[in-house]
């Protein structure tokens, strides 16, 4: 058995081995024989590791495989480490995504995918177009195109799908529910600010098939282990950095990628990470020589000092290392030897450390990325606060201008800000109301160039998703703009569309002296508005209900010269937007994304 201290030896040997960039099987050979002198078992655990921790991919890694496993067996290995010779290589890279493809390509619905499907695309009522569908093999990559389209054609990671919703769950399939049964329409949402993919399928099966396969992938995302997520968020980055398809990527798609990771760089010094990545000299970076760019890229100096400042001999954290980390910096309790156990076991890349009962850097980078080292306690991810105070006591999770998806200027209005704020746990949406065509109120950022939706689409929204994600009341904060005549209308859709969710009046029936509590008020949807007159008044019927009662003359007034006045600021707003542009528009953006 090899002792922990020999189990860190001759890693700075196999990195300027590594660093020559060894072209063939020969050389492979080579390095291992010349590697050989002192430990058989730690020359293959120093190979294995660095196999794993460069994530190679293709031919390349076959070749080391190949090589490494013709060493392996003219070496007097011991039999518990036969198991841990070169196959691991190519499997660790290659085989964690074949197997995966293996449990979800017996689908049905998956098959159906990778044959491919003729659906329309909506974007509007107008504009409904076929486009080709199609699951590639590597079970991730949902490609499609126009039939008129030539060789474009456009693709996403099932990785980037947030949720696939079914019928007419969206404000463009329910502009043509008239047109499309809900039995072939369904939503693919994305994650972050990408639009929503509306699609009709031309019979229920299809729809079916496309919708429980998505469900299917996503489920499967989901049971990855922390290695495969990190090699498949990788491999996504890479495909979309690499513009061209052709399998590298130049100095500018990686200057481009940095840029959409939001990473800041001095380009010199991206340059400079470039041509140490860039092994073969070419001028590019294939699938191995961009993920040594990514471990450059993402090298962290203070983690590593952790780590040394824990491990015995520099190199790994054995259990004891292991379990004095988490009493001391992580702060944990209870039986912290079974917990460093488990933490080796389900974090630890290389089979031969775990055969120690040891943790690699390796694995200590994947373990305090994980959600278990989420510095968030696991305690407080449930409801564990008092929530029978009064409501006035809580921070509320609160969404401004939540109808806007881009800026407050020009931007879309949609009942899509509302769905994403309600299935993210927020739980006090605005809703900006003024007069529409046809006596329906609209909801808009007013004095704007922004778009317009229905008032009622967006209360029948707050109706499916109000308690989705949390039972606790949803306060919906009315700015209104409306006459009278409009202000019914809004009452009726909100009583109508809403029913026993709606808080109509007082819970135990008389006037309260503070606020309700958040468990008193679950499953309710509160208003919050101005009103005439005040509450005792109101619920004795001493005054006029809102919605009915008049306005005065002088509120009236009042209200003309407060408009009057937005709208001359708005004027200088728009002349200074012209003249600093997206200065402008950026702060905007900005400043409306608060959930």
């Not at 968020?233 to 840029?259: C, P, Q, S, T």
């Not at 899509?416 to 309600?422: K, M, P, Q, T």
Request: charged letters at 30%; one cysteine or more; hydrophobic letters at 35%.
């Amino acid at each position: 058995m090899i002792s922990d201290q020999d189990l860190g030896m001759n890693i700075q040997q196999w990195n300027a081995v590594s660093s020559a960039g060894l072209p063939d099987a020969r050389s492979y050979t080579s390095a291992c024989n010349s590697m050989c002198n002192k430990n058989k078992c730690v020359s293959i655990e120093i190979l294995q590791h660095a196999e794993r921790t460069r994530c190679c991919y293709g031919p390349e890694s076959r070749v080391r495989a190949f090589a490494v496993t013709e060493w392996a067996s003219a070496q007097q290995l011991p039999d518990w480490l036969k198991v841990a010779h070169a196959d691991d290589f190519v499997r660790q890279q290659e085989m964690a995504s074949t197997e995966r493809g293996f449990c979800v390509k017996g689908d049905e619905n998956i098959q159906s995918m990778l044959v491919g499907t003729l659906m329309r695309k909506i974007k509007s009522r107008n504009w409904k177009k076929q486009r080709y569908f199609k699951l590639q093999d590597d079970i991730m990559t949902i490609w499609y195109k126009s039939k008129k389209a030539g060789k474009a054609h456009s693709t996403f990671s099932v990785s980037d799908v947030e949720v696939v919703r079914e019928g007419h769950q969206s404000e463009v399939l329910l502009s043509i529910a008239d047109v499309f049964p809900a039995d072939r329409c369904f939503t693919v949402v994305f994650r972050g600010r990408r639009g929503n993919l509306d699609l009709v399928a031309e019979s229920t099966e299809e729809a079916q098939s496309w919708i429980k396969g998505l469900r299917k992938l996503i489920e499967n995302l989901e049971n990855m282990g922390e290695r495969e997520k990190l090699d498949q968020w990788i491999g996504d980055w890479f495909k979309k950095a690499d513009k061209n398809k052709d399998g590298r990527m130049n100095f500018k798609e990686v200057r481009d990628l940095l840029r959409m990771m939001n990473v800041d760089m001095n380009e010199h010094h991206a340059h400079r990470l470039f041509t140490m990545a860039d092994k073969s000299q070419t001028g590019a970076l294939e699938g191995d020589e961009f993920v040594l760019f990514y471990k450059m890229l993402t090298q962290r100096e203070d983690i590593l000092k952790i780590f040394q400042e824990f491990s015995s001999d520099g190199q790994k954290l054995s259990q004891s290392d292991l379990e004095e980390f988490l009493r001391e910096e992580q702060l944990e309790g209870g039986d912290i030897h079974h917990r460093a156990q488990e933490l080796i076991e389900c974090y630890e890349p290389s089979d031969t450390a775990k055969l120690l009962k040891a943790m690699t850097f390796d694995g200590f980078l994947m373990y305090l990325g994980s959600a278990e080292g989420s510095i968030f306690s696991p305690q407080c991810r449930g409801i564990f606060q008092d929530m029978s105070q009064p409501l006035c006591h809580y921070f509320i999770s609160s969404s401004h201008n939540t109808y806007l998806m881009e800026d407050q200027l020009r931007g879309q209005s949609s009942v899509e800000g509302y769905i994403r704020a309600l299935n993210r746990g927020c739980r006090c949406v605005e809703v900006d109301c003024w007069d529409g065509a046809n006596g329906e109120p609209i909801v808009y950022h007013g004095h704007t160039f922004t778009s317009k939706i229905l008032f009622k689409d967006v209360v029948n929204a707050l109706g499916k998703y109000a308690f989705k994600v949390s039972e606790y009341p949803v306060i919906l904060s009315i700015e209104n703009h409306c006459s009278v005549d409009q202000q019914r209308v809004m009452a009726q859709h909100l009583k109508h569309i809403l029913g026993d969710k709606l808080l109509k009046g007082m819970l135990d029936s008389r006037a309260p002296v503070g606020l309700p509590s958040p468990e008193e008020l679950k499953g309710k949807i509160l208003l919050k508005a101005k009103k005439i007159g005040g509450l005792e008044e109101s619920f004795n019927g001493t005054v006029e209900d809102s919605l009915t009662g008049e306005v005065s003359e002088e509120d009236e007034v009042t209200e003309i010269d407060e408009d009057n006045l937005y709208r001359e600021s708005i004027r200088r707003r728009v002349k200074v937007g012209l003249l600093i542009g997206s200065v402008t528009v950026s702060y905007t953006q900005t400043a409306y994304y608060t959930v």
